[in-house]
């Protein structure tokens, strides 16, 4: 092995890692060891599709190898991807994933300063671009409903019905907290925005037995 085929692995290492540390920090599925591991072996796949091409000259497509990652990975990617409730979660992290295999394929093939720029884009995009995606555009288009509710069921079930009697399409629905001493719980529901029936839906909210709070983030 040339001592710069190992400078090749160790950089598709740093790129994906620093990729895979971000979608740590947000507890996703594929993280840290999941990116590294992608996007090194996408980068030892290109450096083998090389090392091929030049023993057997033209018979060798160093392009083959390349393509069957590029779609290979979507596998890959699709294992990360889950449906809960309304909502589908992981679709970003599925397309770093497919993003990471092409860094790490452009670093085998040694086009480093392409992969370094790609990195640098791919980060800014989940970094900053996701604060401006949830303070103006999903705010725009989403409102947060927070409903304290007691240890009862049918009150969760009416409140169900109630918003789909709405037309409130539910995004997404997560239990906040638990107190287990008032035998209570918190339940925030993101909404499409129903600004025009907000007050009359909060009033009907309240009017439900089991319902101790109800209020719009």
């Given at each position: 092995m040339e001592t710069l085929d190992i400078y090749r692995l160790l950089l598709a290492v740093l790129f994906s890692g620093l990729i895979g540390l971000e979608r740590e920090k947000h507890g996703r599925a594929a993280g840290f060891r999941t990116h590294i591991l992608v996007g090194t072996a996408s980068c030892l796949l290109m450096l083998t599709s090389l090392y091929l091409h030049k023993i057997y000259g033209s018979s060798a497509d160093p392009s083959r190898i390349a393509a069957q990652v590029v779609s290979g990975i979507g596998f890959l990617g699709a294992g990360t991807i889950i449906r809960f409730r309304a909502s589908i979660k992981g679709l970003t992290t599925a397309a770093s994933l497919w993003a990471?295999?092409?860094?790490g394929l452009a670093t085998g093939a040694g086009l480093y300063w392409h992969s370094a720029a790609t990195t640098l884009i791919i980060l800014a995009t989940l970094y900053?671009?996701?604060?401006?995606?949830?303070?103006?555009?999903?705010?725009?288009?989403?409102?947060?409903?927070?409903?304290?509710?007691?240890?009862?069921?049918?009150?969760?079930?009416?409140?169900?019905?109630?918003?789909?009697?709405?037309?409130?399409?539910?995004?997404?629905?997560?239990?906040?907290?638990?107190?287990?001493?008032?035998?209570?719980?918190?339940?925030?529901?993101?909404?499409?925005?129903l600004d025009k029936h907000a007050l009359e839906l909060t009033d009907d909210l309240n009017r439900i037995s089991g319902v101790n709070r109800v209020r719009w983030l």
């Open positions: 990471v295999a092409g860094i900053l671009l996701s604060s401006i995606e949830n303070k103006v555009l999903k705010k725009s288009l989403l409102k947060t409903l927070q409903i304290e509710l007691s240890d009862n069921m049918a009150a969760l079930e009416q409140a169900r019905t109630l918003l789909k009697e709405y037309g409130a399409e539910i995004k997404e629905f997560e239990i906040k907290s638990i107190d287990k001493d008032k035998r209570s719980y918190i339940i925030e529901w993101s909404l499409k925005s």
